[in-house]
């Protein structure tokens, strides 16, 4: 039997009540809310797991009840100040940036050539660190980083000198250990957090600056495998076969609405609109809202805002707060990533900003948006300046290592206009994405170059 994860309806209830006690649901409809859970408790449900992405194959005879419980779910308005719809957004933004002064001096894209590559390379180092721990917790990090000689970290991970007994305790996620540790590293391998940017960029060569989300809708059917999606993007897909037209793909039976996947898909919007974040988070918004809702939307224009604020050269703290003001101030994702940034500049070490992250955010899915943000903009303020303190930070933290390492990365090696020699990963780009299979990463940012606006 196939068991297809991340959207058989049995799967995804478990997650959907956990994101209605997260949106406010659960407290403003604790009748309706409790008496889902407890139907589907009496009928054999089970509560969303930590980890995995489905359940064993004798759970498929509640995907009826599973259905019809989603359904009820979804009738339920969230009382929280979040919208997803542009105008709304920027309404609750009461820093909404402006354009960017322009004049005859102004930079033109060739100015920006090596913060563009700067940005690629930073992005593939902070994905590669965090790749061969994916899913490892925090403390598994750590004991594998010491017993190795490499914490705090400072270079690749590595299994020579690893004791078994660590080995065993914590095990290298099996797809990435092949490829992305210090003695394998051989080019640059597979990941979601890199094909998803070169598909953003395929969206703007194919469809200009004016494209819109139903161009990335169609970009991802036409080359984007199912088979290398995850979470609200594979759950939005079902949604686009299905027939449903976007913004119904991200809400319609989609717990992962807020979760990291729209994050990640968002650097090129920032690198193609340097020193302008409103233009960049609009960009990010068109991508997101096609599975992404509230804070999930957000955390695309954060990190878009953010991206293109690091390519005009400014400290860590006025690029996050670019970031902040692309997103609605009364926000879940507002509220934490501006708690990171004042324990990250009050406390010196970064495991006391950790440790603060984890109490307030543990709760949350280790590839939500909320935490993974926060982490990133914290080991970005506390790292200043330092590429591989803000990489470092953003893996050592926990939860979505590659992904919070590859944003920290970019961001990061964009700000200092260069990345240091240690974290060049040579050769080519592996991507079973058309046209990208072994491309360089100097291509790629004079591609995106050509993308800016003249």
């Known amino acids: 039997m196939i068991r297809l994860t991340w959207v058989q309806p049995e799967d995804l209830i478990g997650h959907e009540l956990r994101q209605a006690a997260e949106d406010g649901r659960a407290a403003a409809f604790a009748a309706e809310v409790g008496g889902i859970a407890g139907r589907w408790h009496a009928a054999g449900g089970h509560d969303a797991p930590p980890r995995a992405g489905a359940s064993g194959g004798a759970a498929a005879r509640l995907r009826g009840v599973a259905e019809d419980l989603?359904?009820?779910?979804?009738?339920?308005?969230?009382?929280?100040?979040?919208?997803?719809?542009?105008?709304?957004?920027?309404?609750?933004?009461?820093?909404?940036?402006?354009?960017?002064?322009?004049?005859?001096?102004?930079?033109?894209?060739?100015?920006?050539?090596?913060?563009?590559?700067?940005?690629?390379?930073?992005?593939?180092?902070?994905?590669?660190?965090?790749?061969?721990?994916?899913?490892?917790?925090?403390?598994?990090?750590?004991?594998?980083?010491?017993?190795?000689?490499?914490?705090?970290?400072?270079?690749?991970f590595t299994a020579r000198g690893l004791p078994d007994e660590v080995a065993a305790r914590w095990p290298w996620n099996r797809r990435s250990a092949v490829n992305s540790l210090a003695e394998n590293i051989d080019g640059i391998p597979e990941d979601d957090d890199l094909n998803y940017p070169l598909l953003a960029l395929s969206v703007l060569e194919r469809h200009g600056r004016e494209f819109t989300t139903a161009d990335v809708a169609k970009l991802w059917l036409d080359e984007l495998p199912a088979g290398r999606t995850f979470t609200a993007e594979r759950v939005a897909y079902?949604?686009?076969?299905?027939?449903?037209?976007?913004?119904?793909?991200?809400?319609?039976?989609?717990?992962?609405?807020?979760?990291?996947?729209a994050f990640i898909r968002a650097d090129v919007y920032g690198w193609v609109n340097p020193g302008d974040p409103a233009t960049a988070a609009e960009f990010a918004w068109r991508d997101a809202r096609l599975t992404h809702t509230a804070n999930g939307v957000y955390g695309a224009m954060f990190a878009a805002a953010m991206c293109a604020q690091a390519l005009a050269g400014e400290g860590a703290v006025e690029i996050v707060e670019?970031?902040?003001?692309?997103?609605?101030?009364?926000?879940?994702?507002?509220?934490?990533?501006?708690?990171?940034?004042?324990?990250?500049?009050?406390?010196?070490?970064?495991?006391?900003?950790?440790?603060r992250l984890h109490r307030r955010h543990g709760t949350l899915h280790w590839v939500h948006t909320v935490n993974n943000a926060a982490l990133t903009a914290a080991a970005l303020v506390h790292g200043r300046g330092d590429f591989t303190r803000a990489i470092a930070g953003a893996v050592a933290g926990g939860w979505d290592t590659d992904s919070a390492g590859a944003t920290a990365g970019s961001i990061a090696g964009a700000l200092a206009g260069a990345v240091p020699g240690q974290w060049i990963v040579g050769g080519g780009l592996a991507s079973s994405l058309t046209g990208f299979d072994g491309v360089g990463l100097d291509m790629l940012a004079r591609r995106t170059q050509e993308m800016m606006k003249a």
């Not at 299905?242 to 039976?253: F, K, V």
């Not at 879940?332 to 950790?354: G, K, P, S």
């Open 70 to 156: 989603l359904d009820e779910l979804a009738v339920l308005p969230s009382p929280l100040e979040e919208p997803t719809g542009l105008a709304d957004i920027i309404a609750a933004c009461p820093s909404w940036p402006g354009p960017p002064r322009s004049s005859a001096a102004s930079p033109g894209p060739a100015a920006f050539s090596g913060r563009v590559l700067a940005a690629w390379q930073g992005r593939v180092a902070g994905c590669v660190l965090g790749k061969p721990v994916e899913k490892i917790p925090r403390e598994g990090i750590r004991e594998i980083a010491e017993a190795t000689g490499n914490w705090p970290i400072r270079g690749w």
């Open 238 to 261: 079902r949604n686009l076969l299905d027939g449903l037209e976007p913004p119904d793909t991200a809400a319609h039976r989609n717990p992962f609405r807020e979760w990291i996947g």
């Open 322 to 355: 670019a970031g902040l003001s692309v997103v609605p101030g009364k926000s879940r994702l507002h509220h934490a990533v501006r708690q990171a940034v004042e324990d990250a500049l009050a406390l010196e070490d970064f495991e006391d900003v950790v440790d």
